[in-house]
């Protein structure tokens, strides 16, 4: 059950990624083509120095272009990537002296035509960013997904390393507390760029004041450090040739993984029981996973809240003492047999009931209603409730009635009357359920007294209709 830590960046764009727009007509007059965009500016200071960042693509018409020479040196010590010059309207060819010092500096120049705006090279490095970034979230997310299922096969260690050396195309390792390589993955880096991983991999650990992680470079590659977090000093070394922007999210899911595998409180049956957890939510049929487990029962959490920060969920975890839990916009948590959940300050919280591991998932979509519900009445813990005298109707009969009952309703207007039913016909805490505004709510359930032909402000048409939607 994990989640990426943080959204990759977006990714910087090579030059000539902009130049192969055939559309925009861009000509390299100067520099290499290969360097990477990290964003598009336009300017016509005669020193554009104090708003530049560095690593931008800087557009200029000249328009105070008066020392070429002193002006490109001023660009590449801001830091900028690439210069376009427009060659309109105050030039009508690209400044020779401009050219020259471009040369001298190894600045890439582009010449800009007269049919392409500004605005239109933008936009294509835009674009062209928003598609590297879409590469990069997909990337992680297949990476994460890889990563869970190695954690979950029967030497998960190894299976993890494995996963991580494979998806960053490199080396993984596993260093003890007194700096040995106790597991390892992937091709050998060399002597040099081993020596360098296990010394960096000593500058991070669990003394005080230590860093958590570290970067560097050894034998040609990109080396990164990782203190696990299971307390007794092990720390994960990662050797590529090259680091991409969402590699630290990647590494940072492994991190995670691999100290819940090695946490020294960990016994064999709680190895077992996680692993068959981490199936059954892959999808692994449920009486495989099912047979790994205790019969329970076993309560699923849903929650939202918290203070914003990226422990909120773990401190959650830990308030409610299971460490299977899921973080993202809503957490999801599993309470092992005993655990009782309760309210939590800044939370609010949706419990299901208690339930055998093969129930798992529908215990799940309980604890999802169960916080619908609780967000709409601002309840900081609401439980999923019992069937009741719904138990005392034959299954068979009840769905036949309610189709029956319910077939004018589209699905929409069902799930409307059944959030305003649930919520005492209330419009504001209805529309705030579903999202909507309270003009909407009400049209629908006057549509829905229309379709059904019945009077809505009837006690016994409210408890048939709320029988039948149940």
């Given at each position: 059950m994990s989640q990426p830590l943080a959204t990759p960046p977006a990714p910087p764009v090579p030059l000539a990624a902009l130049l192969a727009r055939r559309e925009l007509g861009l000509r390299l007059l100067a520099g290499p083509g290969d360097v990477a965009l990290h964003w598009v500016h336009t300017s016509e200071m005669a020193d554009p120095y104090p708003y530049l960042l560095g690593g931008e693509l800087l557009m200029t018409a000249g328009v105070q272009l008066t020392d070429p020479a002193?002006?490109?040196?001023?660009v590449v010590e801001a830091g900028a990537a690439a210069l376009g010059?427009?060659?309109?309207?105050v030039y009508d060819t690209v400044p020779e002296e401009l050219v020259e010092a471009c040369v001298r500096h190894g600045l890439p120049l582009i010449e800009v035509p007269p049919r392409t705006p500004?605005?239109?090279v933008a936009r294509a490095l835009w674009r062209l960013m928003a598609e590297a970034r879409l590469h990069?979230?997909?990337?992680?997310t297949e990476a994460q997904q890889s990563l869970a299922t190695a954690a979950a096969r029967p030497a998960p260690v190894p299976a993890?390393?494995?996963?991580?050396?494979?998806?960053?195309g490199g080396r993984a390792v596993l260093f003890g507390a007194d700096g040995t390589e106790s597991a390892a993955a992937g091709r050998n880096p060399g002597a040099e760029a081993e020596r360098a991983l296990a010394e960096l991999a000593g500058v991070v650990g669990p003394r005080p004041g230590g860093p958590a992680s570290a970067s560097g470079e050894g034998g040609g590659l990109k080396l990164a450090a990782y203190a696990l977090g299971g307390g007794d000093g092990l720390t994960l070394g990662v050797a590529t040739e090259r680091r991409d922007p969402g590699d630290y999210t990647v590494a940072g899911v492994a991190v995670v993984l691999l100290s819940l595998l090695t946490a020294p409180h960990r016994a064999a049956d709680v190895s077992v029981r996680d692993a068959a957890l981490t199936r059954l939510l892959l999808g692994a049929p449920v009486a495989e996973a099912a047979a790994s487990l205790s019969p329970g029962p076993w309560t699923v959490v849903h929650a939202r809240g918290g203070d914003g920060t990226p422990f909120a969920a773990a401190t959650l975890a830990a308030a409610?003492?299971?460490d299977l839990v899921e973080a993202g916009e809503t957490v999801r948590l599993l309470l092992a047999p005993g655990a009782v959940a309760t309210a939590?300050?800044?939370w609010t919280l949706g419990v299901s009931a208690p339930a055998a591991p093969d129930g798992l998932p529908a215990a799940d979509a309980q604890a999802g209603r169960a916080l619908r519900r609780a967000e709409a009445s601002r309840a900081p813990l609401v439980r999923h409730r019992a069937n009741g005298l719904a138990g005392l109707v034959d299954p068979a009969e009840a769905a036949a009635h309610a189709r029956e009952l319910l077939a004018p309703l589209s699905e929409p207007q069902r799930e409307t009357l059944r959030a305003w039913l649930s919520l005492h016909g209330s419009w504001d805490r209805t529309a705030a359920a579903l999202g909507v505004h309270r003009n909407t709510v009400r049209q629908r359930i006057a549509r829905c007294a229309v379709l059904l032909d019945r009077d809505l402000d009837d006690a016994d048409v409210r408890m048939e209709l709320w029988f039948a939607l149940r």
């Open positions: 002193r002006y490109v040196e001023r010059f427009g060659v309109t309207p500004f605005t239109a990069e979230l997909r990337r992680v993890v390393l494995g996963a991580l050396a494979s998806r960053l409610l003492g299971t939590q300050p800044g």
